[in-house]
């Protein structure tokens, strides 16, 4: 591996852990930041976006067209990024990251911690220094809901 790989890996690294921790902390600049003008967005086998703005929509809830979810009223999250593939050729990278997710939500009313096992497969596009996801598939590999109490409160 030479440097260019190594340097391209850890701006590639960067834009995935980026995009973490503007969900976890309800950052939509930073979710923002990730994603190419163009990009295309299938999230558990919907497609969900095609183009930033609609993406950024889908986000924030405004628009979730046949995406089904049942996270009510969300309170916190945590992704932990697990393994990482990198293909890098050129300008053109494609990655799967796989991500343990727990979300607590209010369904009823009721606090509810959902951990999901996740993976992203995405490809990113080089323009000049910034690496850009421009393709993402969302994919839920598990899930499990349990009741949760929140020691620290916000």
């Known amino acids: 591996m030479d440097l260019d790989e190594l340097l ?3 701006a590639i690294h960067d834009v995935l852990t980026r995009y973490f921790i503007g969900l976890d902390t309800r950052r939509p600049d930073l979710i923002g930041s ?4 163009d990009i295309e967005a299938v999230y558990e086998g919907v497609h969900v976006a095609s183009g930033h703005a609609a993406l950024m929509d889908f986000f924030s809830g405004k628009k979730r067209g046949d995406f089904v979810t049942d996270l009510v ?3 916190r999250s945590t992704h932990a990024i697990g393994n990482v593939s990198y293909d890098i050729q050129g300008d053109r990278a494609l990655t799967e990251t796989g991500c343990l997710a727990h979300l607590i939500d209010l369904p009823g009313g009721k606090l509810r911690m959902r951990t999901r096992g996740l ?6 596009r080089r323009t000049g220094e910034r690496w850009l996801i421009c393709r993402r598939e969302h994919i839920l590999d598990w ?7 929140i020691c620290n409160p916000v």
């Open 8 to 10: 391209a890996r850890g």
């Open 34 to 37: 990730c994603f190419s003008e």
């Open 73 to 75: 009223d969300l309170q």
């Open 119 to 124: 993976r992203y497969r995405d490809e990113l």
């Open 143 to 149: 899930s499990r809901d349990d009741d949760v109490k």
